[in-house]
């Protein structure tokens, strides 16, 4: 009996400049959707019909964050990040961040910054921080100050996976990176998104 041939569609991002190992890549993976029925029930039906194939959407699959969180020891930040989380009533805080690629110019960031203040909203803020700028230059004066009492400003990388999973939060703004859209629908527990 010959065994079973699978195929996969992968779309890589154009960017990556690496398309075609991409492409082989996909063809040694089995038919895995990283999605699931629900959210794209139809493209699953199409990719099913015309490849004649079945698709296993493998879902928005849940992560194990109890012990993640504190898997942090080389980065200061965290461990602190975490307690300030934990302490916040469930659904009351904004996770706010652009991924590592994008250099926010330092004028969207005093946008982006008034915008939070304004809100009144508890938030935890990752922010890229471009070379050369001290956190006082990127930020408006004073604006720590003002939010201490209600947000936590972050530099640099974050597990943002593990942040997102925390009940405390309870919507995001996001650059629209497909990983961050993934990573927050995966939890549930939002009550906003706002896609930049």
Known sequence: MASKQFHVMMLPWLAFGHMIPSLEFSKKLASKVRSCGKFEGAYVALLEELYQKPVFPVGLLPRNTAEEKNNYPDLPNWPGAFKWLDKQARKSVVFVGFGTEYKMPVQQVHELAHGIELSKLSFIWILRNPEGLDISELLPTGFLDRTSDRGIVCLGWAPQ????????????????????????????????????
């Open 161 to 196: 996976s593990e942040i997102l999973a925390h009940p405390a939060i309870g919507g995001c703004v996001l650059h629209s990176g497909w990983g961050s859209i993934i990573e927050s629908l995966s939890d549930r527990h939002f009550r906003y998104s706002c896609l930049w």
